[in-house]
């Protein structure tokens, strides 16, 4: 038996053998492309907001309003709701999505839920990228929310139920590692395309989000189901065959018997969004809502927001925006490649404890050195290059922090710690957490930075402190832990045990060779 086993009810020591073949490697890759998307949207939609081309055909008011301000006022200078609610409407298209996105995945498998979801952002990215109109690009946002919307559904759970559980983080922080290259690459072809003569270059970074739709679209046609969708959709006999393959031998009966038992409670559930508010699922219904909420109040958006002012202070001056977006990106992929690295070996709690310390240290550092030079009316003057390089020496400190804690992290624990009969349920509310308060944060960002000033590094910090102290007092850790055996942290955990009176340890099941239950023990 492969690996270490884990104590998973009294008197039994559980461990599915198995090992990390290329075949599960290869399929949780493209999987984790999906996240591709996401993160290309959130790195081209600022880029092309600025682009004065694009800024002069569709938002004639607002250019003309930017180009006729020549305040130095830091805070204020971009501060528009028009463009912003342009931005952030994507996310509102995202969160119906991932309410239907439930049901399909549910029904019809995880795989057809990410074809869903390339096909519609492809088909937005191409009404974008020929747009003529205010009402395409509009039809456009509101078609890659939709696509948005299916992928972040599907993916993080895809990855979660196909990955070996020895190995399910460094696989599922897969998605978040293709979502920090969508952004890098994004920033990269923005600075370019912004040089095209004759102002089209927003066509390219707009209609270039075809490229990772279809890489997810044509990944959805040759990924393999997961063993549990097949299960839960009654294909018992080939869900034992691909579960074989995937982890590589032939003795599969334990885990395959367990996938079997929790399909069993799957089907006993009618109404799994009505399900989700019994007592006993309290603990993930608080994590689903909970995690998403305050990964988006960890502050990343005011931190990203100063880079590329600072690096034109150090001396890069119209290269500053490129610089930036290389220099960040880079910190957050590398870290991001260290999450993966570390995430089954240290934990989730320690990621989470360590980087939210690393962002608060980080976040205050950063509003004492912005309040000193910016101060209240936004005029840093001329700043000193020591001082630029300081702030963002912390700045890629604190983006680093971010991205090996709650950037995958945030993903990752909710997709894995839903048992069988709530999973996409819970998966959505998940999601559409995550896309309502992007988009209020999206929504109010601008307007926070102009009235609460330095502050609102401050503001974040407050939160950092609270989603720490929340991770170290309720989150159990969920590292080596077999999905389908998640119930054990909540039944052990301090708080969470009180909620979990009526639910029992997993069981062991016999069964015959056609996978039918025979016995339960």
């Given at each position: ?25 290869f399929t949780c890759i493209v999987a984790g492309m999906g996240g591709l998307i996401f993160g290309y949207d959130i790195g081209i939609s600022g880029g092309v907001t600025s682009m004065d081309s694009f800024l002069n055909e569709f938002f004639p008011s607002v250019y003309r ?434 909620f979990m009176g009526d639910v029992e340890y997993p069981s062991v099941v016999e069964m015959n060779k056609r996978g039918d239950l025979v016995h339960k023990v």
């Open positions: 038996m492969a690996g270490g086993g884990i104590q998973t009810s009294p008197g039994s020591n559980k461990a599915y053998p198995g090992n990390l073949t290329l075949y599960v490697t309003k930017q180009a006729a301000d020549t305040t130095t006022n830091q805070y204020c200078k971009f501060d528009s709701q028009i463009l912003t609610m342009f931005t952030s409407s994507l996310y509102l298209a995202a969160l119906m999505s991932s309410l239907v996105a439930s049901t399909v995945t549910r029904k019809l498998g995880r795989k057809l839920s990410m074809l869903f979801g390339g096909i519609l952002f492809s088909v937005g990215a191409l009404v974008n990228g020929f747009a003529r109109a205010v009402w395409m690009l509009i039809l456009g946002r509101i078609l890659l929310g939709f696509g948005i919307g299916f992928a972040n559904q599907a993916v993080p759970l895809y990855l979660s139920e196909m990955a070996p559980y020895r190995y399910r983080g460094s696989l599922n922080i897969g998605f978040q590692l293709s979502i920090t290259i969508g952004i890098f690459v994004a920033n990269i072809l923005n600075y370019f395309f912004d040089k095209i003569k004759g102002g089209w270059g927003w066509r390219l970074s707009l209609g270039g989000a075809v490229v990772p739709a279809l890489i997810i679209t044509v990944g959805s046609l040759v990924l393999p189901e997961t063993p549990n969708s097949m299960i839960e959709r009654g294909n018992i006999e080939e869900a034992r065959l691909k579960l074989r393959r995937i982890r590589g031998i032939d003795n599969v009966d334990e885990e395959f018997y367990d996938l079997i038992m929790a399909s069993e409670a799957s089907k006993k559930i009618k109404h799994p969004w009505r399900n989700l508010l019994q007592r006993k699922y309290r603990p993930q219904l608080t994590m689903a809502i909970l995690i998403p909420f305050f990964q988006q109040l960890t502050g990343i958006n005011v931190i990203m927001f100063y880079a590329p002012v600072l690096f034109k202070t150090i001396g890069f001056k119209g290269h500053a925006s490129l610089v930036s977006a290389v220099v960040t990106g880079t910190v957050n992929v590398i870290a991001t490649c260290v999450s993966i690295c570390g995430v089954d070996k240290w934990g989730r709690r320690f990621l989470f404890l360590e980087g939210g310390t690393q962002m608060l240290i980080c976040q205050v550092v950063v509003a004492i050195f912005i309040g000193s030079k910016f101060g209240i009316d936004g005029n840093p003057g001329k700043l000193p290059q020591w001082y630029a390089i300081v702030v963002v020496l912390f700045i890629c400190i604190y983006v680093s922090g971010f991205a090996w804690s709650w950037g995958p992290l945030g993903w990752l624990v909710p997709s894995e710690i839903f048992p069988l009969e709530i999973r996409s349920a819970a998966q959505s509310i998940t999601v559409s957490v995550n896309m309502i308060f992007t988009f209020i944060v999206a929504q109010v960002f601008l307007t926070l930075l102009c009235h609460l000033k330095f502050g609102l590094f401050l503001f974040f910090a407050f939160w950092v402190v609270i989603m720490t102290a929340f991770i170290y007092v309720f989150l159990p850790e969920t590292k080596n832990i077999p999905i389908e055996e998640m119930v054990v942290v909540w039944k052990k955990h301090w708080f969470w045990s009180r």
